[in-house]
T-cell receptor
């Protein structure tokens, strides 16, 4: 039968702008979250992680914000570059699920030069 | 340090056949997880192996199986292939303890005709 593709949310930004990618997670028992970047033809690449006892964590050009009240996660990319163009996934690790990651649907980021 | 290596990169099979995919984790990583990625369902967890034991399993039929060897290399097998098994199969490894950062290989693209 016909396969229905995921209609990925898309975000298009100009080179040099800041990007904000949002993710709503489902399990209030999740205690660990990760952001991954997946370029065409490659596997997901780790960007940054955050535990549930934190609200914010910063890396190089990236910041992750966690709002447990509304079960929302965001990834901020500063000074976005063409090489940042990819699909970005958030993943959650529910407490008690061992090391199983549950992935969101992903957001396609396109950076225009 | 070499990353996660998956072989083969591409595979074409017909319905009813079986297939075996291979994954070599990052040196020193004892945990290997497998995920299926499709346009319709996104990234879905298949199973996780640690020290040759299946530690966690997702919601896939018994046609999907795996194993891990004493050197931490892992294989997954899909028997009686169906058209819907066409997907990118990703393997990820992680270090013991601490953060659940899973490092992914480039995947095996399986097409079932």
């Amino acid at each position: 039968g016909e396969s229905v593709g995921l209609h990925l949310p898309t975000l298009s930004v100009q080179e040099g702008d800041n990007s904000i990618i949002n993710c709503a997670y489902s399990n209030s028992a999740s205690d660990y979250f990760i952001w991954y970047k997946q370029e065409s033809g490659k596997g997901p690449q780790f960007i940054i992680d955050i535990r549930s006892n934190m609200d914010k964590r910063q890396g190089q050009r990236v910041t992750v914000l966690l709002n447990k009240t509304v079960k929302h996660l965001s990834l901020q990319i500063a000074a976005t570059q063409p090489g940042d163009s990819a699909v970005y996934f958030c993943a959650e690790n529910p407490l008690g699920s061992n090391y199983k990651l549950t992935f969101g649907k992903g957001t396609l980021l396109t950076v225009n030069p | 340090k070499a990353g996660v290596t998956q072989t083969p990169r591409y595979l074409i099979k017909t319905r009813g056949q079986q297939v075996t995919l291979s994954c070599s984790p990052i040196s020193g990583h004892r945990s290997v997880s497998w995920y299926q990625q499709t346009p319709g369902q996104g990234l879905q967890f298949l199973f996780e192996y640690f020290s040759e034991t299946q530690r966690n399993k997702g919601n896939f039929p018994g046609r999907f199986s795996g194993r891990q060897f004493s050197n931490s290399r892992s294989e997954m097998n899909v028997s009686t292939l169906e058209l819907g098994d066409s997907a990118l199969y990703l393997c990820a490894s992680r270090a013991d303890g601490g953060r659940n950062i899973q490092y992914f290989g480039a995947g095996t693209r399986l097409s079932v005709l």
